[in-house]
């Protein structure tokens, strides 16, 4: 089933703004997002050969635009990696991409996917939920970006611990209400 692209990036910047901007699970996201410096880019590929194709133009015009225009980008895919596991998997060929584009050290890739589920937890454990978005996504990050970021923030190796605890005590229905395509 295709979903019309405007739906897709709806539900994504949604969950930009609810989840990852409003509960503060990543402090850098609001001033791109704000800035409209953040692409969310739609794959419709249904096969390995045609997803490689897009992450690589999703890279490069990342590349090729200034940071002034384009800070992030998120590949959303909608159609394929549906799977945990096969998504999880995926992410090596991924990283192979950035490495055969000259990217690696320039550009990396975050992970965010429906049923995320961090080595030695369980599904249902509330961290999971930090990694949880609407579609399998590769965040492709500049790393010069994200280096300043952290360097202008105050502990930022603490940002795990406090996404997990807030996580942890949130209210079920809160969470529910958050991340609705988690519990369909």
């Not at 699970?25 to 739609?42: G, I, T, Y």
């Not at 990342?62 to 998120?74: D, F, I, N, R, Y």
């Not at 320039?106 to 609407?134: L, V, W």
């Amino acid at each position: 089933m295709i979903i019309d692209n405007d739906v897709i990036e709806r539900e994504v910047r949604r969950w930009l703004t609810e989840a990852v901007v409003g509960l503060g699970l990543c402090p850098f996201a609001a001033k791109p997002l704000q800035e409209m410096r953040v692409a969310v880019d739609v794959s419709h590929a249904g096969n390995a050969e045609d997803l490689i194709n897009d992450l690589h133009q999703a890279l490069s015009r990342l590349e090729e635009t200034a940071v002034s225009k384009l800070e992030t980008s998120l590949l959303v895919i909608p159609n394929m990696l549906q799977d945990f596991y096969d998504y999880n998997d995926f992410l090596e060929i991924a990283d192979a991409v950035l490495q055969e584009g000259s990217w690696e050290g320039e550009i990396q890739i975050a992970s965010f996917h429906p049923d995320y589920q961090f080595a030695g937890t369980e599904k249902a454990d509330p961290e999971n939920f930090t990694n949880r978005a609407p579609y399998p996504i590769f965040h492709l990050l500049r790393e010069d970006s994200l280096e300043k970021a952290l360097s202008s923030y105050p502990d930022p190796e603490s940002i795990p611990e406090r996404n997990i605890a807030l996580m942890g005590e949130m209210d079920p229905n809160i969470l529910r209400a958050l991340f609705p395509y988690c519990f369909k």
